[in-house]
Every structure is written in C-alpha cells, then in structure tokens.
C-alpha cells in the first residue's frame, strides 16, 4: 500500500497532538511540590538526555540562555541537578540529575509507568509486539538525530 508524504506528516502532527495529550494525563497528577511545569520538563529531558549543556537545554527546550540557567540555577538549590566542569575546557559546564534528582524522577516515573499499564491492560501481545515496532521504526527514522 503506496502511502504519499503529505498523509505521512498529517500523520505525524495527529500523533505529535496525542503524544502531548497523553503526556498531559500522565504527568497531571504527579506530586510535583515545588516544581513548575518548566522545571520538571527539564529534570525529563534531563532523565533521557544527560549531561546537557544549558545552550543544549535551552535550545531544546525553546527557552532562552537566562532563563534556562536560572531554572538550573533553582534545581540546583533544590538538590535535583548538579552542574559539571568539562576537562578540556573550563569554560563550558554540563548539568545532570542529581542523585535526589535521579530518586524523583524514578518516583515519578513509577506513577507513570502504572498509568501507562492501564491504557494497555487489554492489548493482546501481538497487538503490544506491533506497538513496539511501530515505536522502532519512529526512533529509527523520524526520531533519529
């Protein structure tokens, strides 16, 4: 079945929509304290992609230099993030999770991760085999860097 790449990309920004939607519903009721909505989708890029510089961060995240390094700046006071020299060049810091960092996120990836297994209790393994495909190939292709 030949499939043009204009219904492709239609596609993706459906899945790029449901994709936020889904995330929406399982973070909304984490308990994030003291953390902004900003702050905890840092500490999540954060968990995937570690370490960071803040111009990686901010580029990412679509906000500007300040205002990431001031974020940093607050989970570095909180204990969720630590901030590390490079080697070969003084200038040029990296930031990672700290290890209260690292704790929480696994709390709240645990939470997720029950909400998650919710939306697919009923899939057959055949239906949960053609998911996991379909998210390979998306890393493989469109994801990739």
Known sequence: MMVSKDTLFEQLV???AASHQLHYELTKNLPKDDITPLQYEILEFLLVEQPVTRSELSECKGISLPNTSRE???LTDKGLCE???DAGD???QYIRLSAGGEARMKEWMAHMK???LLKVEDAQDAELARISEAMGVLSATIFRE
Do not use: E
């Open 14 to 16: 459906s899945l790029i």
């Open 72 to 74: 940093i700046k607050k």
């Open 83 to 85: 901030k590390l020299d």
């Open 90 to 92: 003084r200038r040029k």
């Open 114 to 116: 029950q909400l998650f």
